[in-house]
Antibody, heavy 122, light 106 residues
Framework: QVQLQQSGPGLVKPSQTLSLTCAISGDSVSSKSAAWNWIRQSPSRGLEWLGRTYYRSKWSNDYAVSVKSRITINPDTSKNQFSLQLNSVTPEDTAVYFC????????????WGQGTLVTVSS | DIQMTQSPSTLSASVGDRVTITCRASQSISSWLAWYQEKPGKAPKLLIYEASSLESGVPSRFSGSGSGTEFTLTISSLQPDDFATYYCQQYSSYWTFGQGTKVEIK
């Protein structure tokens, strides 16, 4: 049974970098049959997919156009986890952030991490 | 981007009612659609994938139908545990979600 456990700060100052980590149990970040995603949820934007990382014969990433210039998602094979970095944050980036798994060739998200409320405020 | 529009935004119903939620896609997504249930303070929970396939462990009172641009989630007999917000999500081209339908107690 795959489980995802998120960690990271709940408060970030404007213009700084939001950083979150998602630890995986029951699967491998290097699995060729999975992809590892970040999604956020806010009252103004609803549920918004941000990006993913996955390994087939090499590591690849896909990012949403809305955050493409500011986002990095990296795998950490030594700790079996993956991370989200979002640069130059503004109050608009205040949201609950989730990590989630998709299967290879499958587009639904399951399971999800528990969610982290990140507030951007000075 | 493919836009997903759910209706209604809020639905008031009683235990035992049959409930139907509609999700429309801005272009055809074949059957590449999932449904989720979300409760306050919790992550969304997968109910249905590929428009009509019931996720393991999900009660059979939940069902999904549709293809192309119009989809429905039906709860055949609403139970107390079903009062929640429901989201559709397309995965035909990247991933986008509907705005949600809140099912509340009448």
């Amino acid at each position: 049974q795959v489980q995802l456990q998120q960690s990271g700060p709940g408060l970030v100052k404007p213009s700084q970098t939001l950083s979150l980590t998602c630890a995986i149990s029951g699967d491998s970040v290097s699995s060729k049959s999975a992809a590892w995603n970040w999604i956020r949820q806010s009252p103004s934007r609803g549920l918004e997919w941000l990006g993913r990382t996955y390994y087939r014969s090499k590591w690849s990433n896909d990012y949403a156009v809305s955050v493409k210039s500011r986002i990095t998602i990296n795998p950490d094979t030594s700790k079996n986890q993956f991370s989200l970095q979002l640069n130059s944050v503004t109050p608009e980036d205040t949201a609950v952030y989730f990590c989630a798994r998709t299967g290879a060739g499958k587009g639904w998200f399951d399971p999800w991490g528990q969610g982290t409320l990140v507030t951007v405020s000075s | 981007d493919i836009q997903m529009t759910q209706s209604p935004s809020t639905l008031s119903a009683s235990v035992g009612d049959r409930v139907t939620i509609t999700c429309r896609a801005s272009q055809s997504i074949s059957s590449w659609l999932a449904w989720y249930q979300e409760k306050p303070g919790k992550a969304p929970k997968l109910l249905i994938y590929e428009a009509s396939s019931l996720e393991s462990g999900v009660p059979s009172r939940f069902s999904g139908s549709g293809s192309g641009t119009e989809f429905t989630l039906t709860i055949s007999s609403l139970q107390p545990d079903d009062f929640a917000t429901y989201y559709c999500q397309q995965y035909s081209s990247y991933w986008t979600f509907g705005q949600g339908t809140k099912v509340e107690i009448k």
